[in-house]
Each structure stands twice: as structure tokens, then as C-alpha cells.
Nanobody
């Protein structure tokens, strides 16, 4: 059974930083792509950042130069370092595991339970 467990969410003031982590079990972590998505109330789930099994990264435009995704295959963990946070970053953040063959544009694969990130102005 594939499980993804996120941690690291919370509340922070604008300009602050948070680091999200996701531990994966029940599957071969190193051979899959990993992503972080978010969903704000009343909005669709959207890609924040993705990383393939060979380390190629992809970010939404608003996250570039502020957010950084990384993976540690030895620990079956993917992380998202979020800096210079803005109120519009407020959302539930979800960890995602998928095949390398499926574009991050599509909602696909396995999901964690989500972790709330709240940024106040």
C-alpha cells in the first residue's frame, strides 16, 4: 500500500519561510517523479513544483526563485523549501507520487493527506 505523509505546514507571516516534507512508503521511491501541489478554497488543485527521478525540476511561475524542491532517495523523502511567502500562497499543500512518464500538468498518481499553509499579511 502506497502511503505519502506530509509534515511541516503551519502559519507564518508574509516574508517568512516554511519547509514541507513528505515521506513515501509502499513503493519504489527512487524510480518515480514527485510533486507538490496546492489547493486554495474554491480553487482547483495546481502544481507548485515537481522533480523527476533523475532530478529535473519544474515550477509554477509564481514559485520560481522562492520555492525549491528536493528529494532524498535514501530517505524516501521529498521536500519543498518555501521562502518569501505571500498571502496568496495560503492553501493546503499535497505531496504527489507519479510515473516519470506523466506530465505534472495532469492530476495523477498517489496523494498525501495534505498539510495547511497559512500566510498572513
Amino acid at each position: 500500500q502506497v502511503q505519502l505523509v506530509e509534515s511541516g505546514g503551519g502559519s507564518v507571516q508574509a516574508g517568512g519561510s516554511l519547509r514541507l516534507s513528505c515521506v513515501v512508503s509502499g513503493t519504489t521511491f527512487s524510480g518515480n517523479a514527485m510533486g507538490w501541489y496546492r489547493q486554495a478554497p474554491g480553487k482547483q488543485r495546481e502544481l507548485v513544483a515537481g522533480i523527476t527521478s533523475d532530478g529535473k525540476t519544474e515550477y509554477r511561475d509564481s514559485a520560481k526563485a522562492r520555492f525549491f524542491i528536493s528529494r532524498d532517495n535514501a530517505k524516501n523523502t521529498v521536500s519543498l523549501q518555501m521562502n518569501s511567502l505571500k498571502p496568496e500562497d495560503t492553501a493546503v499543500y499535497y505531496c504527489n507520487l507519479r510515473s516519470n512518464w506523466v506530465s505534472f500538468r495532469f492530476l495523477n498518481g498517489y496523494w498525501g493527506q495534505g498539510t495547511q499553509v497559512t500566510v498572513s499579511s
